[in-house]
């Protein structure tokens, strides 16, 4: 009986297949239409799939984006994704529909929305669903009308009997909410999950924009069918573009617990999230939320434009997050694209994956998030190997041996006796992306670089570093963390950027940690517990399977010790 097999039994509805690893790549920009590739069948099964993942959320084939409406409802997880049923590229968008009770092994279901009535007939695009009072799911998403328009919609469970929620209902009376004549019906989509005001009214954001400035356009209802739209947004910044997937939601000031998005009170914070689609990236902002008002403030310690900070500084997008009362945390999604070509993509068969759901919190600094992969997770890890108080001097690379490299959880804590040899920071040195191209791995440094070396081949052709490097600045020390796919891959025509953060931490104990998931196409990395994440995908193509390597270096001049090291080969999880 093999894992998947055992799985479905303990679960018991799940009945799952596992397949093999497998792969070759792409990726494109949203909204892009190749019309000849919409729904070319990969025909080709015998195609060995070196980059499919083996823990990571993705549709047994075919094109995948945003991740839409999760919720947690009488003991499942829902998850919903925008799809093509049809084909590896954009396209024949529907809500495709999966569910889990660990957020970790899914089993796919028919998609829940498609494309069929006046007010979505041309697509059925991100949304996000609300567990009303009595346990009443609600799903708000954007439909593409029958003259082109942005309009939202709502969708409620046909059955609320049936435990997987599988029928979903689009009542008549949609659209619920059109853009009008204020609006630009273009840019005008992805709802947030609702929250209920003090005074019994729901409230919804939405993503838009006007001239070049993004915005989170308000609306307010009683009943969850009529809405108003408010004549302020929530926020908006100029010279930002169009808001796609704003998320809206508060967060405890001390503490990993997380709360519901209607909790309000002195002792929350909010963060508002938006993706922008000018560049593909996210930002978010830690501030205070006015309920009367409904006027949201970042705080001064949060940049609010294109500098500000990202959930992660990698391939992520179109992130969504929501409440789990189950475990009464926060939890993210995000969508994590190809970095190949659609040619690629069509002849693997599949594109997109979602990256490991994390848990959120407020760091204690009151300044940024912290994010972890859930602990769920965990329960796949397998075959451990340990590196206890290892030196590494400069130059010197050590191999961790005896597990599955290319599927693999690693958590380090690095520690050094001084800072003394920091590299001078240059003030100008703002874009950590810029800073990582200059020092890469191979530029030798005075704290740093030291890191893991992912995803190697056996003589170094390939391999994905993901590093830090310290420099002393007037007054402080600045951490930089890099994942670097510049080396990633022998095959050309990829994606190879050198992802970068800067991770805020105090290095008063002299320690440093870092953790990356390594799954074959895909390395998502947690440093300083949390604080700066980054997901790179990668293709290479002799560090594959077991011919897959990881190591752990210093390149610079000051010792750094490696305290502890707990790497586990990963188990597949049973994914759709
Ligand atoms: C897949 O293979 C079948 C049978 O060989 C063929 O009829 C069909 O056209 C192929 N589909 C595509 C998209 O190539
Ligand atoms: C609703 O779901 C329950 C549980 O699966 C089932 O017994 C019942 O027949 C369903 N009702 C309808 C109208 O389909
Ligand atoms: C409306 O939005 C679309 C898509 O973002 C954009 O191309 C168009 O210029 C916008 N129209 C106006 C009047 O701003
Ligand atoms: C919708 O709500 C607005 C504002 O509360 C109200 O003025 C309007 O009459 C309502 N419309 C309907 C059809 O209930
Ligand atoms: C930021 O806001 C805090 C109060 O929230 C204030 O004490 C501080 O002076 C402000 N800092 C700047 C640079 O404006
Ligand atoms: C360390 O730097 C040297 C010299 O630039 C380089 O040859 C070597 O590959 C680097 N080591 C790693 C692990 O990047
Ligand atoms: C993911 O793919 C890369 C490479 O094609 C693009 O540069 C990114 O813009 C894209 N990201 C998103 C969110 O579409």
């Known amino acids: 009986m093999n894992f998947c097999t055992l799985l479905s039994l303990l679960l018991g509805f799940f009945s799952c297949s596992l397949f093999v690893n497998n792969g070759l790549v792409a990726v494109q920009a949203l909204h892009k239409v190749y019309p000849e590739l919409q729904s070319l069948e990969n025909n080709d099964t015998e195609i060995k799939q070196l980059y499919r ?85 609600v799903i708000l998403y954007t439909g593409i009308d029958s003259q082109n328009r942005q309009v939202q919609n709502y969708a409620i469970p046909a059955n609320l009997s049936d435990p997987l929620l599988i029928e979903w209902v689009k009542p008549d009376n949609n659209p619920i909410v059109e853009p009008g004549t204020e609006v630009n019906a273009s840019a005008f ?45 929530l926020h908006s910044v100029p010279n ?26 002195n002792w929350v914070k909010h963060v508002l999230k938006v993706s922008l689609d000018l560049t593909r990236y996210e930002y978010y902002t830690v501030g205070k939320y006015y309920p009367t008002t409904d006027k949201y403030v970042p705080d001064n310690t949060s940049a609010d434009g294109w500098n500000g900070l990202r959930y ?30 659609v040619q690629d993509d069509v002849s693997k ?27 769920e997770l965990n329960r796949l ?34 520690s050094f006796s001084s800072l003394d040899k920091a590299e001078a920071f240059d003030p100008s040195w703002v874009d950590a992306q810029a800073v990582c191209s200059q020092f890469g791995s191979t530029a030798q440094g005075g704290v740093g670089p030291f890191g893991l070396l992912t995803l190697a081949s056996e003589n170094l052709e390939e391999f994905t570093p993901v590093f830090f490097r310290i420099f002393k600045a007037e007054q402080n020390h600045v951490v930089l963390m890099c994942s670097d796919a510049r080396s990633s891959s022998l095959k050309d025509g990829l994606y190879k950027p050198t992802f970068a953060g800067f991770v805020d931490i105090d290095l008063s104990s002299k320690k440093l ?41 210093n390149n610079g001049t000051e010792t750094i010790t490696v305290e502890y090291l707990g790497a586990w080969s990963m188990r597949s999880a049973c994914v759709n």
Not at 82 to 95: D, K, L, R, T
Not at 249 to 256: A, E, H, L, M
Not at 315 to 339: I, T
Not at 352 to 366: E, F, K, M
């Open 381 to 414: 890890r397998w075959k451990r190997v340990m590196m206890i108080h290892q030196e590494l001097v400069k130059g010197q690379n050590i191999e961790i041996k005896g597990i599955t490299a290319a599927q693999a959880d690693v958590e380090v804590i690095f």
């Open 513 to 553: 940690l870092l953790r990356s998931l390594i799954d074959h196409s895909v390395i998502e990395s947690f440093g300083g517990g949390g604080k700066t994440c980054i997901t790179s995908r990668v293709y290479p193509t002799k560090a594959v399977f077991e011919d897959a390597h990881l190591h752990v270096f």
């Open 53 to 137: 993942t083996g823990f990571h959320f993705q549709p047994h084939r075919h094109w995948m984006n945003d991740p839409n409406g999760p919720f947690y409802f009488k003991g499942i997880y829902h998850l919903f994704y925008q799809y093509n049923p049809e084909g590896a590229v954009w396209g024949n968008i529907v809500w495709a529909h999966s569910v889990s009770r660990d957020l970790i092994n899914w089993k796919s279901l028919k998609p829940a929305l498609s494309p069929s009535k006046p007010f979505d007939i041309n697509g059925c695009w991100s949304g996000s669903a609300t567990v009303l009072p009595g346990f009443k799911p």
């Open 349 to 375: 068969g599949w594109a997109g994956i979602q990256a490991i759901p994390r848990t959120v919190w407020l760091d204690p600094n009151g300044k940024q998030l912290l994010q972890w992969p859930i602990m």
């Open 240 to 265: 930002t573009g169009m808001w796609e997937c704003p998320d809206f939601y508060p967060v405890v000031r001390f503490g990993r617990f997380g709360l519901d998005a209607s909790v309000t009170g």
């Open 189 to 233: 989509r992805d709802p947030s999950t609702a929250w209920l005001s003090f005074n019994g009214h729901w409230k919804t954001i939405i993503g838009s924009r006007s001239e070049q400035t993004g915005m989170a356009y308000l609306y307010r209802s009683k009943d969850f069918l009529n809405w108003t739209k408010a004549e302020q947004p």
């Open 312 to 341: 992660d500084y990698g391939n992520f997008y179109a992130s969504k997050s929501f409440y789990d009362p189950m475990r009464k945390r926060r939890v993210l999604w995000g969508w994590a694209n190809e970095s190949d070509s």
